[in-house]
């Protein structure tokens, strides 16, 4: 199965942008890679999802180069707010699905 | 649109005793997936449900149990409960159907059961 490996933790500055990217060296070819946002003593929330090359929506881009193993995720103009951890993960068909996730990168950001 | 709803919000149970967690998926999602979260190791997948069919089951042990009903409605059950299993219990659905080869309908949480063991 494929497994998913971000940096630990990142710091930034309210305004700048953040990128976190995530090696998924083992994704299947039936695989999409999606990212999600997790604040304490609440559930994750789903932020943005890409099969390949680049995904963006009103809060953020992904980018999904050619041979799909890695991503990174790009948070435009951060601010106190975005602190959090985020987690990518590869959704494993096997006949069922198993959501595999990783252990996140914490995002600090500071005033 | 009412979101993933997850009953109780805490518990505080203590070792041996046993528990039954709830979760009502967003109307209209028929995939229920279930979660361990703790700071030791993070987000764990327990086992999913389709159409009242478990899918997929993650590694926990058979004290580990779930269930779906017709409405898509899902409880999970942990039996004779020990420390460890003191968690965030996390629900999750999808409109993901039993024919899908590609996941590209995300999953939605709730916030969860705390659960705390004595």
């Known amino acids: 199965l494929a497994k998913t490996t971000q940096p630990i933790s990142m710091d930034s500055y309210e305004g700048q942008e953040v990128n976190i990217t995530c090696s998924h060296n083992n994704i299947a070819t039936n695989d999409y890679i999606t990212w999600y946002q997790q604040f304490p003593s609440q559930g994750p929330r789903f932020i943005i999802q890409?099969?390949?090359t680049k995904v963006t929506n009103e809060v953020a881009s992904l980018f999904i180069p050619a041979d799909r193993k890695s991503s990174t995720l790009s948070l435009p103009r951060v601010s106190l707010s975005d602190t959090a951890v985020y987690y990518c993960?590869?959704?494993?068909?096997?006949?069922?699905?198993?959501?595999?996730f990783g252990a996140g990168t914490r995002l600090f950001v500071k005033a | 649109k009412a979101g993933v709803t997850q009953t109780p919000r805490y518990l505080i149970k203590t070792r041996g005793q046993q528990v039954t967690l709830s979760c009502s998926p967003i109307s209209g999602h028929r995939s229920v997936s279930w979660y361990q979260q703790t700071p030791g190791q993070g987000l764990q997948f327990l086992f999913e449900y389709f159409s009242e069919t478990q899918r997929n089951k993650g590694n926990f042990p058979g004290r580990f149990s779930g269930r779906q009903f017709s409405n898509s409605r899902s409880e999970m059950n942990v039996s004779t409960l020990e420390l460890g299993d003191s968690a965030l219990y996390l629900c999750?659905?999808?409109?993901?159907?039993?024919?899908?080869?590609?996941?590209?309908?995300?999953?939605?949480f709730g916030d969860g059961t705390r659960l705390s063991i004595l």
């Open positions: 999750a659905s999808s409109r993901r159907t039993a024919c899908e080869r590609y996941s590209n309908q995300p999953q939605h």
């Open positions: 993960l590869v959704d494993v068909n096997t006949g069922g699905f198993k959501t595999i």
């Open positions: 890409g099969y390949k």
